[in-house]
């Protein structure tokens, strides 16, 4: 990256600092025990799962009710417009061109954050939560998230296994300008593709068409 590549002027040095102290303190948090936790998230939690058939599902969820860069529920939506986007090829693709946004309020951060970054059951203060999903079926076998440069609010992606929810979670944290490692997505088996479903239907019509017409012309010959 150049100087004027960095967000909020900030220089290489001092991106590389912020980049380091961010990424040990995700280090740290994601594998403390749950009484260390504190009450909000810093940052949005991204959960992807992956579905059959191609499909994505991404729920970025905000905590407008413990973090500090997020002070209401107005933020949270603001903070939820455009947290992060799809590079396909060379251009990054917002969500909202890809499909509509389902939003909801909540406190239940069991669904959407890794089970270690849980925060302590023993926290008298509720949670106030923001969640946008995104659901999408993949034109590519697998997909990569960007973050914009200069964007605030930095995103803890991980992912969800929805065949085997036991699967421990895979995450990364993404500041503004980095881009996450290619995901694959879950694809149908091609003998179970509605094409090639319809394509062997139409094949086994034509040779029992052709098998019934051989069939009555030997029977004019004989």
Same mark, same amino acid.
């Given at each position: 990256? #150049?100087?004027?590549?960095? &967000?909020?002027?900030?220089?290489?040095?001092?991106?590389?600092?912020?980049?380091?102290?961010?990424?040990?303190?995700?280090?740290?948090?994601?594998?403390?025990? /749950?009484?260390?936790?504190? %009450? *909000?998230?810093?940052?949005?939690?991204?959960?992807? @799962?992956?579905?059959?058939?191609?499909?994505? /599902?991404?729920?970025? @969820?905000?905590?407008?009710?413990?973090?500090?860069?997020?002070?209401?529920?107005?933020?949270?939506?603001?903070? $939820?417009?455009?947290?992060?986007?799809?590079?396909?090829?060379?251009?990054?693709?917002?969500?909202?061109?890809?499909?509509?946004?389902?939003?909801?309020?909540?406190?239940?951060?069991?669904?959407?954050?890794?089970? !270690?970054?849980?925060?302590?059951? #023993?926290? !008298?203060?509720?949670?106030?939560?923001?969640?946008?999903?995104?659901?999408? %079926?993949?034109?590519?076998?697998?997909?990569?998230?960007?973050?914009?440069?200069?964007?605030?609010?930095?995103?803890?992606?991980?992912?969800?296994?929805?065949?085997? &929810?036991?699967?421990?979670?895979?995450?990364?944290?993404?500041?503004? *300008?980095?881009?996450?490692?290619?995901?694959?997505?879950?694809?149908? &088996?091609?003998?179970?593709?509605?094409?090639?479903?319809?394509?062997?239907?139409?094949? $086994? /019509?034509?040779?029992?068409?052709?098998?019934?017409?051989?069939?009555?012309?030997?029977?004019?010959?004989?």
């Amino acid at each position: 990256m #150049t100087i004027s590549e960095f &967000p909020n002027d900030e220089s290489p040095m001092q991106h590389a600092i912020r980049s380091f102290v961010i990424r040990i303190s995700s280090f740290v948090i994601l594998n403390a025990p /749950l009484c260390v936790f504190g %009450h *909000g998230a810093e940052f949005l939690s991204a959960k992807l @799962t992956l579905l059959p058939d191609a499909e994505v /599902l991404l729920e970025i @969820t905000a905590d407008h009710g413990g973090n500090p860069l997020i002070v209401d529920e107005s933020a949270a939506k603001d903070a $939820l417009l455009d947290p992060i986007r799809l590079r396909r090829d060379d251009a990054l693709v917002p969500l909202a061109q890809i499909a509509s946004a389902s939003i909801s309020q909540h406190d239940n951060w069991a669904e959407f954050a890794p089970a !270690s970054y849980l925060p302590s059951e #023993t926290e !008298s203060q509720p949670h106030a939560l923001t969640t946008s999903a995104w659901r999408w %079926h993949s034109e590519t076998p697998e997909i990569v998230f960007e973050m914009p440069k200069g964007k605030l609010h930095d995103v803890l992606l991980w992912t969800h296994d929805g065949a085997d &929810p036991a699967t421990p979670p895979k995450w990364m944290l993404l500041l503004a *300008g980095d881009r996450s490692k290619a995901i694959p997505v879950r694809l149908t &088996p091609w003998w179970r593709r509605p094409q090639a479903v319809t394509a062997s239907c139409v094949l $086994l /019509l034509a040779f029992a068409y052709f098998a019934a017409r051989n069939f009555t012309l030997r029977q004019r010959t004989l």
